[in-house]
């Protein structure tokens, strides 16, 4: 069937159109038949703000900001006036404090659509791996419901039409031992009630937990509240679009889901799941 990868990312290579090419060849091998680029938010001047703290994240930010976004939009842009199948996106993360400022940014540019994730709960960075050693000090179940409440903001912040990788929390292989199948069905209904996508990923066979984003728990969730779904790879480089979509696929044909999402000027769309 034909696929969409619309959570891939630039950063390990330059704004120039022989790059992009690289991705949406690799994509085409697999059966991908547009790319929506979804560069971080935290690469650009233009949004370093949006990540302010005066800890650790707040000053890797600051390290990580080197690119102008409008630079971005332009070679995306050029791609599409040459006819090539991509979309423009970007990834942004949620920050309770700074939910006006993210959601300005993220009218303020012609994106087709905005992802959201969490990767930050104030200055820890729960999925960099500088700060993997601080799992350890923590209670590892404070942190999951720590990490579904922020999840639970950012979806009714109404700013994202996707929710990226949603239990990317358990990303090192830290697991709850507490049961958060309350905390599962409030997101899941919430994302529901707020009419926005969530993303299959398979961007976390690639890391240490081995497994796809959501568990298969997680997204027992949001089947009974029929929400909408995306597959996605979380591609930061090209051998990586598209890759291990015969998994998600299958993943979630297994939960009766019959359709998969991809976007068009922050308007979802969907196309049948087909073999």
């Not at 009974?224 to 930061?236: L, R």
Request: charged fraction near 30%; aromatic fraction near 14%; proline fraction near 4%.
């Amino acid at each position: 069937m034909n696929f969409y990868d619309f959570h891939v990312h630039l950063e390990e290579g330059p704004f120039t159109i022989d790059w992009l090419r690289r991705f949406i060849e690799v994509g085409e091998k697999r059966g991908v038949v547009e790319i929506g680029f979804t560069e971080h938010g935290h690469r650009f001047k233009e949004s370093v703000g949006l990540l302010a703290s005066d800890g650790f994240r707040g000053s890797w930010t600051k390290g990580e900001a080197t690119e102008s976004i409008e630079d971005y939009i332009e070679i995306v842009q050029k791609a599409k006036d040459m006819g090539l199948p991509v979309k423009l996106g970007i990834e942004l993360d949620y920050v309770p404090e700074f939910e006006e400022q993210i959601r300005e940014f993220a009218k303020s540019h012609p994106f087709d659509y905005v992802l959201g994730g969490i990767h930050w709960l104030g200055d820890f960075g729960f999925d960099h791996p500088d700060l993997i050693h601080e799992w350890d000090e923590k209670d590892v179940d404070e942190v999951y419901v720590e990490y579904f409440n922020t999840l639970l903001a950012a979806v009714k912040s109404g700013i994202y039409e996707a929710i990226a990788h949603p239990d990317v929390i358990k990303v090192f292989g830290y697991k709850a031992r507490r049961d958060m199948s309350e905390y599962y069905d409030e997101l899941a209904k919430a994302v529901k009630e707020m009419d926005i996508c969530v993303e299959v990923s398979t961007a976390g066979l690639r890391k240490p937990v081995g497994e796809l984003y959501p568990s298969p728990e997680l997204m027992k969730y949001f089947k009974k509240y029929e929400v909408p779904i995306m597959i996605s790879s979380d591609a930061h480089v090209p051998e990586d679009v598209g890759r291990d979509f015969d998994k998600a696929l299958s993943f979630v044909k297994a939960f009766g889901y019959d359709k998969i999402c991809y976007f068009d000027k922050r308007i979802r769309k969907s196309v049948k799941i087909t073999g």
